[in-house]
């Protein structure tokens, strides 16, 4: 191997986007690159863009315009954008912001080498097609370094529900899943270099059909299989879709300890109506029904959601009943946005709620959801939770790892505990996280 050169990545967006920059940085390990924290003396710096928040597109060309200078003083500096917004954008990247060198959409990352290759020479590499060949199985020829006790692994890309506010379907193509043997070998390989935690990945991953040697297997199936693999101690799944919770999965969560009760599921709104009109296939009481059968499976389950405020035509009504289902429910965490416009979509094309009450909304709806995360953490103290240590805290003597339903928990510990689980008893809750101490 020649010189090393210095890769830094710049990660937007979903745990899926995580995992991704990893991959990237592997498939780049093998042309000589070790990844830095910091783009000041990078030889190639890296955008991994997500196109589910608002005005995406144009925060990563103000990101672009912040590296100019870096570029000005290293002309040998390469850039590059990858991920859903170099998908959605493509050439139109390069053209607006000729320094960027590389642009390569998700499908096509596994290319990354001949791309930078290219790169190197002078010429614009530019690769957003969605390829025949899998991408996966050129990335596992990649070398792999030791890793930490928790990692995520992809199961399942792309969408076929085409939400009307969602632009997954036109970036990440049509649901994929990957094959069984290939996850398993992938998952024992994480366990092999440290891993204890694997959180399997999808765009909708609970509708995983993956191809096995008896034919297709389901998620369920493919989480009973991994729960076998010795040394893997704790599995989740995200993101899910309520119309592919099917009666196995739920049983699952009964049925596997080593999954974990914890459970993202996103609703967008608690109103038929706008339900209806985001293209979602199910509603609000079929939501709170799929809710009450996955506690009877699992009654200590945390369960997360996603809400989308001020969607087009969304009334005072309408967001009573999100309102209404959020009380119902009672979420441990939750994601919640104001509704912004994605270009292309269905949902682009409607009457916009005014910005104020949309905004007002947002504020109602995070605060009864802050209520109801304060009231679960500050029950949890006085119980004994299982907790995974990931790292050292900001304290000395203090690590910080994740409790058995996923919240972030500080202990004192010393550092050869990093890696293990341990019993902890809680003893205070904070906001965001919770504090206790090793039994």
Known sequence: MGEQKKLYIKTYGCQMNVYDSERMAEALGGSGYVTTETPDDADMILLNTCHIREKAAEKVYSELGRFKGLKTANPDLKIGVAGCVAQAEGEEIMRRQPMVDLV???????????????????????????????KFDHLAKRPKAKRGPTAFLTVQEGCDKFCAFCVVPY??????????????????DLVERGVREITLLGQNVNAYHGNGADGDWTLSRLIRELAKVEGLERIRYTTSHPNDMDDDLIAAHGEVPELMPYLHLPVQSGSDRILKRMNRSHTAESYLRLIERIREARPDILMSGDFIVGFPEETDADFEDTMELVRQVRYGQ???????????????????VDADVASERLQRLQALLTQQQTEIQAAMVGKEVGVLFEKVGRREGQLIGKSDHL????????????????????????????????I
């Open 171 to 188: 970036t990440r193509g049509a649901e994929v899943s990957r094959p069984v043997d290939r996850v398993l070998t992938e998952a024992r």
């Open 104 to 134: 390569v959409g998700p499908q096509s990352y596994h290319r990354l080498p001949e791309l930078e290759t290219k790169a190197r020479e002078g010429r614009k590499a530019l690769d957003t097609d969605f390829p025949e060949e899998d």
């Open 334 to 352: 939750c994601y919640s946005f104001k509704y912004s416009t994605r270009p292309g979509t269905p949902a682009a094309e409607r009457a916009q």
């Open 407 to 438: 919240h972030a928990v500080h202990a004192e510990a010393s550092p050869d505990m990093i890696g293990k689980i341990a019993r902890v008893r809680i003893t205070s809750a904070a906001p965001n996280s919770l504090a206790g101490k090793v």
